[in-house]
């Protein structure tokens, strides 16, 4: 049975994430695994530190020398409230696992996303002020690039609604064909349409899309045929894409984690975060380099 994976720390923010993850997996047919991470930094003089707030709530430097074994055993306790909490939302066609692990947190979740069961990790954005200390901006970005499934990051206290309208982001090379293909077989549990935007600075582009039938062959090539590529050219890309995605009506927003080609030479800075920013419409993220 494939699995969405939570990361939690048991705050209001990731209560929200998992009340949205069981909305989606209900409608994907999936199970949802909820991970502890108990997070430990390794100072040169090598003794073990927690950031995890559980382990030391009352520390006001965040330090401490960690004790595993009792963070752990808090995790267990606050997953035995926090399911008890969720008995009566939780839909009957769903399963609730919980994990705990400890290390680097981003370092576990993307080891994590790696087994073959898991086929998305769902996050909650940082701007809430209870989100995870230890996952800030550059935590995300480090998940975006390690992990070996899509990631989704939701806006804070983001609401499930169904997906009726995608919209996919890209300079369409070849490694977008498998990144739609994942997300048209995510897609094709809603009956969502696609719109496959194509970003350009090339003007012809979109003469050459209408002569030699692109439409058609995308279609083809990843086989769903609510695919559609529309072409823009733009300097301002986040702003551009989070603009399409709300004239639109767009519910999601997908990208191929940008790191060569156009993506790469036109972003001094990540186009993933800036769109974080821009728009509060879920953001999922492939990255193919990662797929074993």
């Not at 909650?124 to 800030?136: D, P, V, W, Y």
């Not at 480090?142 to 997906?163: D, H, N, T, W, Y």
């Not at 719109?195 to 058609?216: M, Q, S, T, V, Y």
Request: glycine share 4%; net charge negative; with cysteine.
């Amino acid at each position: 049975m494939s699995k969405i994976l939570i990361p939690v720390d048991f705050t209001a923010t990731s209560r929200n994430n998992i009340q949205y993850a069981m909305q989606l997996a209900k409608e994907t047919g999936q199970d949802i695994e909820m991970l502890h991470v108990i997070q430990v930094d390794y100072p040169s003089y090598g003794q073990l530190y927690p950031m995890d707030p559980m382990a030391n709530p009352s520390a006001t430097d965040g330090l401490a020398p960690v004790n595993i074994k009792k963070s752990e055993e808090n995790a267990r306790k606050a997953y035995d409230k926090l399911l008890k909490e969720l008995e009566f939302s939780k839909p009957d066609n769903i399963k609730l696992d919980t994990s705990i692990r400890s290390g680097l947190y981003p370092d576990v979740i993307n080891k994590e996303s790696a087994r073959k069961e898991i086929t998305l990790v769902l996050l909650g954005g940082t701007a809430h002020e209870e989100s995870n200390s230890s996952l800030g901006p550059d935590g995300i970005q480090m998940l975006f690039e390690g992990a070996a499934c899509p990631v989704m990051v939701l806006s804070p206290q983001a609401k499930f609604k169904k997906i009726n309208n995608i919209l996919y982001a890209s300079d369409l090379q070849k490694e977008d064909i498998d990144s739609l293909k994942e997300l048209s077989a995510f897609a094709s549990h809603f009956k969502s349409r696609i719109l496959a935007l194509h970003i350009n600075d090339n003007p012809d582009f979109k003469e050459r899309i209408e002569e030699k039938g692109f439409n058609e062959l995308v279609q083809q090539k990843v086989g769903y045929p609510g695919i559609k590529v529309v072409c823009m050219s733009s300097d301002k890309v986040a702003k551009s894409i989070a603009n399409y995605a709300h004239n639109t009506e767009a519910d999601l927003i997908a990208l191929l984690k940008e790191n060569k080609g156009f993506w790469k030479t036109l972003f001094g800075k990540s186009t993933s975060e800036q769109l974080m920013k821009e728009t509060e419409i879920p953001l999922m993220i492939f990255n193919q380099e990662n797929k074993i």
